[in-house]
């Protein structure tokens, strides 16, 4: 075996793996609050004040070292005037999505909020069934 085959190999182990897809979401949580944080003007003290936290802690979790529970995520996007959503998706699917307006009306028949752009975009929210080849890349 090439030493390239044993590479790939070893990158399909690890995508296999639960812990790739926890450090995945932990490190793309991180990320996200980062953007805001900055989007926002808010140093990591502020941060950590708005959320009932310690700077340390607030380091941690924005280096993706910090074991989140739900709460905590939703504390730290509802600091940041956000809201927390979470997906469940198919093995080998792709979700596509997108960023919304914050203009919400509601649905005729039912309690239920419908997004609605404030200009035309093109919408898409399915599932995108990708061959093993280009779920691995």
Known sequence: M???KKSL???KDVRNSDQYWIESAKSGFAVEIEKLLKRAGLN???FAHKINASS???T???RGDANLTIETMVKA???LDCDLHLHIAPRNHRVLMREYTNKTTKASSS???TIVPSKPIPYFRKWE???AATANS
Request: proline share 4%; glycine share 0%; no cysteine.
């Open 129 to 131: 069934k990708v061959s």
């Open 44 to 46: 990591k003290s502020q």
């Open 60 to 62: 941690k979790m924005l």
């Open 9 to 11: 190999s070893w990158l």
């Open 56 to 58: 340390p802690y607030v």
């Open 2 to 4: 090439t030493n390239l």
């Open 77 to 79: 996007a509802r600091a």
């Open 111 to 113: 309690n239920i909020s």
